[in-house]
């Protein structure tokens, strides 16, 4: 069963840092570019960062970029995303997907809250 469990959500700080992370099974993983995004409240879902599956190429969305880094293990099938200097404007449902053109997979989501 292809599956993908996010995880490392929770309520943090303006300003603080997270590290979520996005356990896959049921498939190759080292053989897909995996991708993060995110979906605040009432906005449409957008790409927070990709990696290929070597983890040589990253790309990341203009609103994160600097701030967040992303990364994967192929020994452990996990993605992941460390998330510094925190905005308010960062809370929202974080999802890890499986890129592929004709099989994508996504994860359940994981929330974030950024806030005093």
């Known amino acids: 069963q292809v599956q993908l469990v996010e995880s490392g959500g929770g309520l943090v700080q303006p300003g603080g840092s997270l590290r979520l992370s996005c356990a896959a099974s049921g498939f190759t993983f080292s053989t897909y570019t995996m991708s993060w995004h995110r979906q605040a409240p009432g906005k449409e879902r957008e790409l927070v960062a990709s990696i290929s599956y070597t983890g040589r190429l990253t790309n990341y969305g203009d609103s994160v970029r600097g701030r967040f880094t992303i990364s994967r293990d192929n020994d452990k099938n996990t993605v992941y995303l460390q998330m510094n200097s925190l905005k308010p404007e960062d809370t929202a449902v974080y999802y890890c997907?499986?890129?592929?053109?004709?099989?994508?997979?996504w994860g359940q989501g994981t929330l974030v809250t950024v806030s005093s």
């Open positions: 997907k499986r890129v592929s053109p004709n099989a994508e997979v």
